[in-house]
Nanobody, 123 residues
């Protein structure tokens, strides 16, 4: 599984961005997909994920109520709508296939993520 992220950018605090994760050669709905982020000097953080099949979702406490993950099966994307962004959300965001399940402690399958997309929240 090889994924491609897009949609990052520079936004002011309180602003919004919508990230997209896509794959050209397989159907994302068949996989459990998550978004994680990596900021300089910080540990990787699993932000959100969505399960294959029932579409169960998980959010880290740091983003709960502000971020929404969703699937668009027509466009074959998994999207992350990010609202009320804060400077501490600044990071490179990656999407990846999830193991072992979508929930606390989920991990990305090594090599499944793309180059990531930079999100910078600054005034």
């Amino acid at each position: 599984v090889q994924l491609v992220e897009s949609g990052g950018g520079l936004v002011q605090p309180g602003g919004s961005l919508r990230l997209s994760c896509t794959a050209s050669t397989f159907t994302l709905d068949y996989y459990t997909i998550g978004w994680f982020r990596q900021a300089p000097g910080k540990e990787r953080e699993g932000v959100s994920c969505i399960s294959r099949g029932d579409g169960h979702t998980y959010y880290a406490d740091s983003v709960k109520g502000r971020f929404t993950i969703s699937k668009d099966n027509v466009k074959n994307t998994v999207n992350l709508q990010m609202n009320n962004l804060k400077p501490e959300d600044t990071a490179v965001y990656y999407c990846a296939e999830v193991v072992p399940w979508c929930g606390t402690g989920w991990n990305p399958i090594f090599g499944s993520w793309g180059q990531g997309t930079q999100v910078t929240v600054s005034s």
